[in-house]
């Protein structure tokens, strides 16, 4: 099983601060790292694919990069309706998620 | 549009049976895989199992297999989630998406809360 871990579990941050989450994966991914958006009481969104592919729709902010093990997600200016969790998640074999980061109002 | 809706959750008792259903509208769905994916209260996302556009794939993760089953009708565009011994650590929302064979989930449920409690 291909296990992951995120870092960190919880980020205090201001308006307008360059955040950036981590997640090293146990073995290499061949680029096959989603990230997503999680909300209290909503479904997961996602927003970046095969490592640093955007999807439609999500704002320029987010960006996601790495490689092999070692991947970031970078919200380079964060705004109200970033305050979430966010989750990474492996589909090289079948899925793994991390543990989440919730990042929250300092 | 696409949509994938989930239902079927409930409460039940330990030892006890649910069968959850994701109906699936908006796009063609024998081209998809299907993927399950649970959420404890309070605690991260986790796998459970997959089904791809013809059956032949069906992963489980190891701590729902022999107990949970996935299975599909390309007809009636849904899938389903038997859930058979079902232990009160099984508490969460189960929720549906889409995958391309090879791909992660881009479209999901609203999610369907399953509580197994004495």
């Known amino acids: 099983d291909i296990q992951m871990t995120q870092s960190p579990s919880t980020l205090s941050a201001s308006v307008g601060d360059r955040v950036i989450i981590t997640c090293r994966a146990s073995?290499?991914?061949?680029?096959?790292l989603a990230w997503y958006q999680q909300r209290p009481g909503k479904a997961p969104k996602l927003l970046i694919h095969?490592?640093?592919t955007l999807e439609s729709g999500v704002p320029a902010r987010f960006s996601g990069s790495g490689s092999g093990t070692e991947f970031t997600l970078t919200i380079s200016s964060l705004q109200p309706d970033d305050f979430a969790t966010y989750y990474c998640?492996?589909?090289?074999?079948?899925?793994?998620f991390g543990q989440g980061t919730k990042v929250e109002l300092k | 549009e696409v949509q994938l809706v989930e239902s079927g959750g409930g409460l039940v008792k330990p030892g006890g049976s649910l069968r959850l259903s994701c109906a699936a509208s908006g796009f063609g769905f024998g081209t998809y895989n299907i993927n399950w994916v649970r959420q404890a209260p309070g605690k991260g996302l986790e796998w459970v199992a997959s089904i791809g556009s013809d059956e032949t794939f069906t992963p489980h993760a190891d701590s729902v297999k022999g107990r949970f089953t996935i299975s599909r009708d390309n007809a009636k565009n849904s899938v389903y989630l038997q859930m058979n011994s079902l232990r009160v650590e099984d508490t969460a929302v189960y929720y549906c998406?889409?995958?391309?064979?090879?791909?992660?989930?881009?479209?999901w449920g609203q999610g369907t809360l399953v509580t197994v409690s004495s």
């Open positions: 095969q490592t640093s």
């Open positions: 998406s889409r995958s391309l064979h090879t791909g992660t989930g881009d479209h």
């Open positions: 073995e290499s991914l061949n680029s096959r």
């Open positions: 998640q492996q589909y090289k074999i079948y899925w793994t």
